[in-house]
């Protein structure tokens, strides 16, 4: 058996379903639709928060509530040994604000960051000032994002039975 789906049986990946589509569903509402006692359904929720299965749950805030009118994706090419340089970089990028996202990738670049901004000045004194000044970069790269759309969820891609997926 595949060590992920050791313990997730077709209810607790229902469960996970459905809260990745809507957190905001009640203990009632995921009970009925996944055929349990509210009491059941609460016990397995909390186990799946328990095993890190579940690891939050987030609102989605328009950007311009909080004064966000500008999103980048920053690429970032770390100097010498990235894996020396990671650390001390993915520390320093944790503690800005602007960034909402760090993606550790492969290829040419280290680092996909995606940061929220004021505006073109903003961006600008975040890349000069608390990006490219660090020692550990090499390069950076920026893409203003025209428009994010967060897709709600992970797809589900344990297979009941390998041999179907085929």
Do not use: W
Request: aromatic content about 2%; some cysteine; overall charge negative.
């Amino acid at each position: 058996m595949n060590v992920a789906k050791r313990g997730l049986d077709r209810i607790d990946r229902r469960l996970v379903a459905l809260l990745q589509k809507d957190a905001r569903r009640s203990n009632k509402e995921l009970a009925a639709a996944v055929g349990l006692a509210p009491s059941s359904c609460h016990g397995r929720v909390q186990r799946l928060i328990e095993r890190g299965v579940l690891r939050g749950f987030h609102a989605e805030v328009d950007p311009h509530a909080l004064g966000v009118h500008l999103e980048s994706v920053v690429a970032v090419q770390l100097t010498g040994n990235p894996k020396e340089r990671l650390a001390s970089f993915l520390a320093h990028v944790r503690s800005l604000e602007e960034v909402v996202e760090i993606f550790h990738v492969a290829g040419k670049n280290d680092l996909l960051l995606h940061v929220a901004v004021r505006d073109v000045e903003h961006m600008r004194s975040l890349v000069m000032e608390e990006l490219s000044s660090r020692p550990e970069v090499a390069q950076i790269e920026s893409a203003i994002v025209y428009a994010h759309e967060r897709v709600p969820g992970l797809p589900d891609l344990l297979d009941d039975d390998p041999k179907e997926s085929r």
